[in-house]
């Protein structure tokens, strides 16, 4: 499938989708909202994708959503469209891990899609924030929700309200991202880490995000609860079998999703 706004390359059972609109430092316009949601659509259904791997370039992963295209937008226009909504979705509804990696500016919507994937890993010239302050408008896909119950809420007041950037360090330091690394080895860390977790067995692997997003939406003695049933669950696998069976035998799993 060839995609205006996106590059999609699927190797090694993992999918890099790398975002793709250099002249405008990967702004997300409504193209890149569609050709994502595709491509999230199309990574679902296919049986040679067990992760997905996230990016932009060197110098952005994403400056945030396409000024050029929202600022002529009444608000009949934004409401009526559900502007940002349905790519939102799509990362909710999406059931396998995706890891962003991250070099350059992730800034507001930019930051929100970086949000919205399983783990962020920081390239060391990372740049987060939420500049939309300073466009009159405030973060609208996960910003004031998703960063605030990652940082907390001062420093999620302070990066909205006044919308400076966070650099990797930082990044590192409050949670949003999982590890940082030279920019250098941003990509092949990145991929070996989808790679590792493509060799695990999918249902576990889709089990952790459930268990993992639930307690985003839960309480604490629901959320255990959850957790508990699912561990109960996976008992049901032969990949628990397969797994404990090869640890007793000091040797490799090998899982089959079953
Ligand atoms: N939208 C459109 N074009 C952009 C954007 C953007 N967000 N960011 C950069 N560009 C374009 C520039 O206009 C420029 O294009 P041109 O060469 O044609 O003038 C090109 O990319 C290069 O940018 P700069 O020359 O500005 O590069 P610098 O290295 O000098 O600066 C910065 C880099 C600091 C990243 C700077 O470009 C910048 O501040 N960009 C805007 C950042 C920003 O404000 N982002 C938030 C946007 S609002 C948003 O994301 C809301 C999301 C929620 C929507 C939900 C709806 C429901």
Known sequence: MAYQTIVVDIEDDVALIRLNRPDALNAINSKVV?????????????????????????????AGADIKEMSE?????????????????????FRKPVIAAVSGYALGGGCELALMCDFIIAADNAKFGQPEI?????????????????VGKSKAMDMHLTGRFMDAAEAERSGVASRVVPLAKLMPEAMGVARKIAEKSQVAVMTVKE???????????????????????LFATEDQKEGMQAFLEKREPQFRDK
């Open 211 to 233: 268990a993992v997003n639930r307690s985003y939406e839960t309480t604490l003695r629901e959320g255990l609860l959850f957790e508990r049933r699912v561990f109960h669950a």
């Open 34 to 62: 569609e050709e994502l949601t595709e491509a999230l659509g199309a990574a679902e259904g296919n049986d040679k994708v067990r992760a997905v791997v996230l990016t932009g370039s060197e110098k952005a992963f994403a």
């Open 73 to 93: 937008k009444s608000f009949v226009d934004v409401f009526t469209s559900d502007m940002f909504g349905p790519l939102n979705e799509a990362f909710l509804r």
């Open 134 to 150: 300073n466009l009159g408008v405030v973060a609208g896909i996960g910003g004031t929700q998703r960063l605030t119950r990652i």
